[in-house]
């Protein structure tokens, strides 16, 4: 018999596979890795197999060149049989009140352009005077705390009947919630992509008559750089860009979930409307 060592003693928790799993999900060849990780093939391979058990920083260190999220981070460390590294702290919790406060004063700070805060499942957890304003109108049942981005705009009493090219903007979202999935692996987040894809899709873009944020047709010259979100608010049709941020290199897990989305005006009259609406 073969006397394996510490170091090649089969790992009990399974954390090979996974680590296989977002190797091959994120299209990486274990040579690749090895040389991104300063490790060998051979030892990758070992991992993955279960013949080897990684230390706690060859987990950590595999994980950040597969860009492995945090919450998973942490999944990969306790297969490995090792603590989770990163805190998962309440929003609303005293040690992340800086935090909350630099949220507030950044949204606020970007109006009269809507601007908002969503967690991991879409939940909005700030948004600024723009936003809620772009909320006029819409049921108070789809109102109530928590309140969900994506159902909110995608449910046909929501924010869907005012959006004037609902497919185009529908199709958008619903491709960044399956690229959020196969990077989370979120059966919650799984969930919510199946209600909200089950809502009825527009056969056609909405019409109607309505004028752009001056008053006017909307003009078939306007070069978007980006996909616009172009909805009816007060008889006018408002012209949006998204912008996504998130943290830099976080250290907790409800940070590294947070995402800061700001819309921007898609065309001067869009910007003017909103400076003399909101000013």
Known sequence: MTTLSPDTAPAAENVGPLLRAWREQRRVSQLELALRADSSARHISFVETGRSRPSEEMVLRLAEHLDVPVRERNALLLAAGYAPRFPETPLDSPALEALREGIERLIAGYEPYPALVVDAMYDVVAANRGIMTLFEGVPRSLLVPPLNAVRLTLHPQGLAPRIRNLREWRGHLLEQMERQIALRRSAPLRALYEEVA???????????????????????????????????????VLSFVSSIS??????????AELAVETLLPADPATATYLHSWLG
Request: hydrophobic content about 35%; proline content about 10%; cysteine-free.
């Open 198 to 236: 089950a809502f009825p899709a527009p056969e056609s873009e909405p019409g109607g008559s309505a004028g752009t944020a001056d008053g006017e047709e909307a003009s078939a010259s306007v070069a978007y750089f980006a996909l616009p979100l172009r909805i009816e608010h007060g008889g006018r």
């Open 246 to 255: 998130t943290f830099n290199t976080p250290m907790d897990v409800t940070v």
